[in-house]
């Protein structure tokens, strides 16, 4: 699967995407909901690839319901060639982002 920003967005409509249990426990750490997934997906981008462990990890970075920056890593699951799996979620505080808080 060819993981672009597309990809991404046409997995979510089609519930091919898992949380890990690693960032639902991140993700609840920062008060993040999965309104909040959704929304950075709908509006993000995209903006690195990397590969890790032999499976490609992209770091998108969108808006999260209450249009503050947010950063989503998301990549290939290692059960499931079709499904995406999002590896963590945070906010952008580091200004290698285009949007920082």
């Known amino acids: 699967m060819k993981l672009t920003t597309f990809s991404v967005r046409k997995a979510l409509i089609n519930n091919q995407i898992v949380l890990t249990k690693f ?3 991140k ?3 920062r008060g993040y909901s999965k309104n909040d997934l959704i929304k950075c997906i709908w509006t993000g981008e995209i903006i690195d690839i ?3 462990a032999g499976k490609l990890r992209g770091v998108m970075e969108g808006l999260d319901a209450h249009n503050n920056p947010i950063v989503c890593v ?7 060639s079709g499904h995406l799996k999002v590896f963590n979620l945070f906010p952008q505080i580091l200004e290698n982002y285009k949007r920082v808080i």
């Open 23 to 25: 960032s639902q426990v």
């Open 27 to 29: 993700m609840q750490e």
């Open 50 to 52: 990397r590969v890790h």
């Open 74 to 80: 998301i990549g290939e699951s290692e059960q499931d």
